[in-house]
């Protein structure tokens, strides 16, 4: 589920469920939380990168999981992601995500809790739960406003449409949009001029930086949690849900049937 590497002072959490492009379930969550709180322990790492294995950064939450929770295992499971993006957000070391791939819902939430974002070009972005009746849970209703802009926000959120990297570059939102060849090698150079910084001054940046920007509203959390719930339990975004759900288990059979009649 997560892989972890540390090399020069730099440590790298990769997400590592490429089959299901990185879509996040519990058991991931419970990686991130148990990595993140290592790497804070750790006086070696000065900074942290969060990417993906394969084609995605994350793809959101993993449907097979989400689709199926009784009322308790849905709360449950958003009360693990806020720990999740809390904790990355409260890291006392930066974070860098270095988006692979394409990053929706949780994962774009992910990267939003980071310190610094760089992208792969043709990178896409979004928050697409409107169209499933549903809206972000992790922050994103919190974060991508004071990280993007209030508008350019709205309209993503409210319209569920995907965004480009270099929409999200021209904006501010990336510090970085780097080619598919050499990503990795060019997300390391970029995570260096930070790893031979003082650690105490990098803490202490980091702290006041969040401070100027502002913490995330938990008034504003917990509505946002609220109202996820609530739709989350109608009969809209069930349908929906199931309607997902079905299509995924229909991709998936035929892919195995093709795997099947190739291998004769």
Not at 68 to 93: C, H, M, N, P
Not at 150 to 155: G, K, L
Request: net charge neutral; charged share 25%; aromatic share 6%.
């Amino acid at each position: 589920m997560i892989s972890f590497t540390t090399t020069d002072h730099i440590a790298t959490l990769t997400f590592n469920r490429p089959a299901q492009l990185n879509a996040m379930n519990r058991e991931m969550m419970e990686g991130i939380i148990a990595t993140l709180d290592r790497v804070n322990q750790d006086a070696e790492i000065r900074v942290l990168v969060i990417t993906g294995n394969g084609r995605a950064f994350m793809a959101g939450a993993d449907i097979k999981e989400y689709a199926r929770q009784t009322r308790e295992e849905f709360e449950s499971f958003q009360v693990l992601g806020r720990r999740v993006y809390d904790a990355i957000e409260g890291l006392s070391k930066p974070v860098i995500a270095a988006i692979n791939g394409h990053a929706f819902g949780g994962g774009l939430e992910i990267a939003l809790a980071c310190d610094m974002l760089v992208a792969v070009e043709g990178a896409k972005m979004g928050l697409p739960e409107i169209l499933l009746h549903l809206i972000p849970g992790g922050g994103g209703t919190q974060r991508l406003p004071k990280k993007l802009g209030h508008s350019f926000a709205n309209e993503l959120l409210m319209s569920g449409r995907t965004a480009t990297a270099g929409e999200f570059f021209a904006r501010g939102l990336l510090n970085r949009i780097f080619p598919a060849e050499g990503f990795a090698e060019s997300v390391m150079e970029f995570a260096g001029q930070f790893a031979d910084k003082d650690p105490e001054a990098l803490r202490v940046l980091k702290q006041l930086s969040r401070i100027a920007c502002g913490p995330v509203n938990s008034a504003a959390q917990c509505l946002e949690n609220e109202t996820l719930a609530r739709l989350y339990r109608a009969e809209p975004a069930q349908a929906k849900l199931k309607e997902f759900l079905q299509k995924s288990l229909d991709r998936e059979r035929e892919k195995k049937r093709e795997n099947l009649i190739s291998s004769l």
